[in-house]
């Protein structure tokens, strides 16, 4: 039934979690106004965030429930129409006598599989859904910047305008005159999806008894290319239809004291990812020479895949970032405001599942929003109980993402006993 007054909805964060969320309260007859920090990622003048250039993450069933109850039918055939199947994990390793192996470990034995996509795309495909629904505005390059959760009122620091396109014209419609300009903003609920550095966390924090816990591992990572198979590249036996080695899978090449990966992308190259503890890497920046020889000794066969010169470069150019993983509880604060994915439960990427946890986050919410009443008490109402529900979920998953560390670089060749330990130990 049509509200009589529509609920006046502040998503703040247009990652794929605020896109998804904004697309759900939309689809409910909401007034949607989302803020976001950066500009349009689809103009192609936007610098992904923290990265120099799109990750691939796996989207598993968890996200993809998430996006098939989001009223709009379409979005998963556009999703899918852009990701590759990974069946399961092959594992890299060389024998004592220098033997290159591939093991496939398969996901399931029914056949079913995560898949890969590209992140910036899945949050472009999000961002197209959104705008196709009147009732949602668009607000880049706004920086939260204070809310008062009682008097319901949010402040943003718009800032300057993006630089111009080559035609001259404004990269987007959200334009300033270059000058930074407090905007205020008025909600009935705010949804904080600004990621692991929640602004929307932080102030939330004022009006609620919010226990939080925030950590660093002491692992590093840094993104890797593996080109489409050339007429003279490196290859391993299981390349096929243009891909240097298996596009059916997540690769995993494990070593004591890190981890390299490598996901398929639609253009048949590879997004790797190495983790290695922070000492490694203060090491090898020191003399970036010795990165093909390291690689070598842990990685076998990955150099070659990516290319000596290309892999020292990549080295260099792109930057090494470190891995938080957040805890906290309540996530919501009496019928005014709520977080939801890395700016509630921000975890380590070794299980898979930031992503599609923040997605779930949303599917989870709306479900309680829906069962009470759209009145401030209804929606107090569902937002403790979405707390209740989620925060468990959020911090068991936090967990398993630190275990599965262990699990990805050891416990692929490990007896299970070694991997508890470890577990233990950590
Ligand atoms: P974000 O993606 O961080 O988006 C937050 C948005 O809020 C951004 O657009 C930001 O610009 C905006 N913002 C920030 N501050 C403000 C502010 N003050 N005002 C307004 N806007 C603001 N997850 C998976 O499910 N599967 C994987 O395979 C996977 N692999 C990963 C690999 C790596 C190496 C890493 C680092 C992460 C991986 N993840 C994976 C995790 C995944 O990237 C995150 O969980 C996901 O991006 C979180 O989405 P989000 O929308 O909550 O936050």
């Known amino acids: 039934?049509?509200?009589?007054?529509?609920?006046?909805?502040?998503?703040?964060?247009?990652?794929?979690?605020?896109?998804?969320?904004?697309?759900?309260?939309?689809?409910?007859?909401?007034?949607?106004?989302?803020?976001?920090?950066?500009?349009?990622?689809?103009?192609?003048?936007?610098?992904?965030?923290?990265?120099?250039?799109?990750?691939?993450?796996?989207?598993?069933?968890?996200?993809?429930?998430?996006?098939?109850?989001?009223?709009?039918?379409?979005?998963?055939?556009?999703?899918?129409?852009?990701?590759?199947?990974?069946?399961?994990?092959?594992?890299?390793?060389?024998?004592?006598?220098?033997?290159?192996?591939?093991?496939?470990?398969?996901?399931?034995?029914?056949?079913?599989?995560?898949?890969?996509?590209?992140?910036?795309?899945?949050?472009?495909?999000?961002?197209?859904?959104?705008?196709?629904?009147?009732?949602?505005?668009?607000?880049?390059?706004?920086?939260?910047?204070?809310?008062?959760?009682?008097?319901?009122?949010?402040?943003?620091?718009?800032?300057?305008a993006p630089p111009q396109t080559a035609d001259g014209a404004q990269a987007h419609q959200d334009q300033t005159d270059g000058r930074e300009q407090e905007v205020e903003v008025d909600f009935d609920l705010m949804l904080g999806c600004d990621g692991a550095h929640s602004n929307a966390r932080y102030h939330m924090m004022k009006f609620v008894r919010m226990s939080y816990e925030q950590s660093y591992i002491d692992t590093l990572w840094c993104e890797f290319t593996i080109p489409p198979a050339g007429p003279t590249s490196a290859t391993t036996p299981t390349a096929k239809d243009g891909f240097a080695t298996s596009p059916d899978h997540l690769h995993i090449w494990p070593c004591d004291h890190g981890l390299f990966i490598a996901i398929p992308s639609i253009d048949k190259s590879f997004t790797c990812t190495l983790f290695a503890p922070s000492a490694t890497f203060a090491t090898l920046e020191q003399d970036p020479a010795t990165i093909t020889q390291f690689f070598q000794t842990r990685f076998p066969n990955a150099a070659d895949l990516i290319g000596h010169a290309e892999l020292r470069q990549q080295f260099e150019q792109n930057p090494h970032l470190p891995l938080i993983s957040i805890k906290c509880s309540p996530h919501h604060y009496s019928s005014t405001g709520v977080i939801l994915g890395d700016a509630a439960h921000a975890m380590v990427p070794f299980y898979g599942q930031g992503m599609n946890a923040g997605l779930e986050d949303v599917r989870v919410l709306f479900q309680h929003l829906d069962a009470h009443p759209s009145t401030p008490a209804g929606r107090t109402a569902a937002l403790d109980a979405y707390s209740t529900e989620r925060v468990p979920d959020a911090h068991a998953v936090n967990d398993l993402a630190l275990a599965n560390y262990w699990e990805m670089h050891s416990g692929v060749r490990s007896p299970l006993t070694l991997i508890r330990k470890k577990v233990e130990e950590f």
């Open 1 to 160: 039934m049509a509200e009589a007054k529509p609920t006046k909805c502040l998503v703040v964060g247009a990652g794929p979690v605020g896109a998804l969320a904004a697309l759900y309260a939309a689809r409910r007859g909401w007034d949607v106004d989302v803020y976001e920090l950066r500009g349009d990622l689809r103009d192609a003048s936007t610098t992904p965030l923290n990265f120099t250039k799109s990750i691939n993450l796996a989207l598993a069933e968890r996200g993809i429930n998430a996006m098939r109850h989001s009223g709009s039918p379409a979005l998963l055939d556009r999703v899918f129409a852009e990701a590759v199947p990974m069946y399961g994990r092959m594992v890299h390793s060389a024998s004592s006598a220098g033997t290159l192996t591939e093991e496939s470990q398969q996901y399931d034995v029914h056949g079913r599989f995560n898949r890969a996509v590209d992140r910036a795309n899945l949050n472009k495909l999000l961002l197209d859904e959104v705008e196709t629904l009147p009732n949602v505005k668009l607000h880049f390059n706004h920086k939260l910047v204070g809310a008062d959760l009682r008097k319901r009122k949010a402040w943003f620091e718009r800032k300057a």
